[in-house]
């Protein structure tokens, strides 16, 4: 069984300027009568503040209803369906480039799970008839987590060595984990193309044992498919970068080879 978890929160903040605001008897409004909005509370707080008024007086602002709205597909994480010999996991970050946009990856390698993280910023500004102007900007983060399947090796060594990697696509809004596989592996032993002892240097992140192997034997040991080692011109995506993982996490590295080379 996998299992994924999704976490998605968000502050905002905004401000008008325009025509004054005709009362009646009631008084002033000042910022007491709207604590969770003035004191940098969540969305959902003013939401009930207001029972339910929000979005039409956003829209009476300038339109910033969706602005607001986090989107639950923004970030996934799964495993392709029908495969149970390599370990690679899909990401995919909604539309416009939704990956780019601060993206945090790392291993519990205690735990055995992988842990995706977004964090960004968005703004709007609007104007109606050169006197009123209102601009709203909130910031989001969304993240993901999947337990690895028995079969993905996610040590730190692997992490440590460049063994584990992944790579997005061109419009950056998919991506590829790849882990090494222990069933990929015992499957390569058993035809001859990787030594007996590939399991242990690969765990253990032995770069002696690694620099052994030919160039295509290495991409097969880090996890990629027969199929894909080829397209991939028989050799390992060296590693990019290695963005900063959000809290206690391994970070994994992101490889210098588009995704579309695979697809």
């Known amino acids: ?6 976490n998605i929160s968000g502050s905002f903040a905004g401000s008008e300027t325009g025509n004054s605001l005709t009362q009646g008897n009631d008084g002033n409004l000042g910022p007491g ?6 004191g940098g509370g969540s969305l959902f707080d003013l939401e009930k503040l207001m029972g339910g008024g929000f979005p039409s007086l956003l829209r009476g602002i300038g339109g910033f209803d969706g602005l607001l709205r986090a989107d639950n597909s923004s970030l996934s994480l799964s495993l392709p369906e029908g ?4 370990c690679q996991i899909k990401i995919k970050g909604g539309s416009g480039g939704g990956l780019s946009r601060g993206l945090h990856m790392g291993l519990d390698t205690s735990r055995r799970m992988l842990h995706v993280g977004m964090h960004y910023e968005e703004s709007k500004k609007s104007e109606e008839d050169g006197k ?14 999947i337990q690895l399947p028995e079969r993905c090796i996610g040590t730190a060594g692997v992490v440590i060595s460049g063994l584990a990697g992944y790579m997005l696509d061109g419009s950056e809004t998919e991506g590829l984990v790849v882990l090494p596989s222990s069933a990929l592996l015992g499957e390569c032993v058993e035809k001859g193309e990787l030594p007996e ?3 242990r240097a690969v765990t253990d992140g032995d770069q002696h044992a690694m620099g052994l192997l030919s160039e295509e034997q290495r991409c097969l040991a880090a996890g990629f498919t027969h199929i894909q080692c080829n397209k991939l011109g028989g050799k390992k995506p060296s590693v990019a970068i290695v963005p900063p993982a959000e809290g206690p996490y391994m970070p994994v590295p992101r490889l210098d080879v588009s995704l579309d080379v695979l697809n």
């Open 197 to 199: 002892d590939v399991y």
């Open 83 to 86: 495969e149970d010999t390599s």
């Open 132 to 145: 009123r102007r209102s601009f709203l900007s909130q910031s989001v983060h969304v993240s993901s987590s």
């Open 33 to 38: 009568a709207f604590p969770s909005f003035f």
């Open 1 to 6: 069984m996998v299992a994924v978890q999704l």
